[in-house]
């Protein structure tokens, strides 16, 4: 009798581990977009940073991410069980995050005169200017990146909690497939991310080693890294905006159904027309609430300078 309740035992763990797998798949599939965002989002984030302080950069960012995702998976199930729309509201602020961010950053790049003076860029000049220990600095670059994995986390857990619970699985089996999808995402993303921001130390090794063809690899590994990064800077922002703005649409109705009718005329290219309608609404929007808070801002500096 034990003997064939152990065995009962073990065949329920096996059916719900091959649910749990074909689930974990299914969700992964939905949520490579925002994967690849996340990739180039956070590679985005620790350029800037001293050669010889990229990898605990990475690794101060990655256990960052590891703590949000221990808060966020338990939260995604807490949350989606008692009251589900809080869950929509949430990922809308995150979005308002994104294409706030966004916005604000190119701004910066093309009208710098709009936006209020910069104190971090400056102290960041000075410290440059002076060589002293930017510690400091680069602990707010942390903060800033694991604020932004912690938006782009919460997206790929909510996609992932909706698959799961539309092939209609048991708590423990979401449970399941959102802690293998939490651990594959930052191991995953977080060690591409420490490979392409060494691609030129390896460039570097190869090119000091014998050998014409592998001082050639070197040599076109450390040329292409700068325009690498450079690419994932502008990838990244872009992708704010692309995530940023896909999560406003979905959760504004009138325009989910504008981007969904206007994309659908474009056929065969409607997933990239839906993609760059997205990307739009995230920047105007993230504008919008720029210039608000560059007012709000200057009213209140207004309101100091009169009360002194």
């Known amino acids: 009798m034990a003997g064939a309740s152990l065995l009962t035992l073990l065949d329920d763990i096996s059916v719900i581990l091959d649910d749990v797998s ?3 798949k299914v969700a992964a599939k939905k949520t490579t977009g925002v994967l690849a965002d996340d990739l180039a989002l956070n590679a985005e984030q620790v350029t800037g940073v001293k050669a010889n302080r990229e990898l605990p950069v990475v690794w101060a960012v990655a256990k960052g991410s590891f703590i949000n995702k221990l808060i966020l998976v338990p939260a995604a199930l807490l949350i989606s069980t008692i009251y589900p729309p809080l869950v929509t509201f949430l990922l809308m602020c ?26 971090e860029q400056s102290a960041r000049l000075q410290a440059n200017a002076d060589n002293v220990d ?3 600095l680069e602990k707010n670059k942390i903060k800033g990146a694991v604020r932004t994995d912690f938006i782009l986390s919460a997206e790929i857990i909510v996609i992932a909690l909706g698959s799961a619970a539309a092939s209609g699985a048991t708590l423990l089996e979401k449970s399941l497939v959102l802690s293998i999808v939490a651990v594959a995402i930052t191991v995953g993303i977080y060690g591409l991310v420490a490979g392409i921001v060494k691609i030129d130390d390896l460039g570097l090794h190869l090119m ?3 050998g014409e063809f592998t001082q050639k690899v070197g040599k076109i590994l450390f040329t ?5 990064m450079k690419f994932l800077s502008i990838a990244g922002t872009i992708a704010m905006f692309l995530v940023g703005g896909g999560i406003l649409v979905h959760g504004i109705g009138f325009l989910d159904h504008g981007v969904e009718d206007l994309a659908h005329l474009t056929g065969i290219f409607e997933s990239l027309t ?3 309608l997205n990307g739009v609404v995230g920047f105007v929007i993230g504008a919008i609430t720029v210039a608000i808070f560059t007012i709000l801002g200057k009213m209140r500096g207004n309101d100091e300078s009169a009360a002194h």
């Open 22 to 24: 074909v689930m974990t």
């Open 94 to 119: 995150g979005g308002l995050y994104l294409s706030y961010e966004g916005a604000e950053k190119v701004i910066h790049r093309f009208w710098p005169h709009l936006l209020p003076h910069d104190e």
């Open 134 to 136: 930017l510690v400091a």
């Open 208 to 210: 000091e080693k014998t």
């Open 224 to 228: 292409s890294a700068p325009k690498l």
């Open 274 to 276: 839906t993609m760059l």
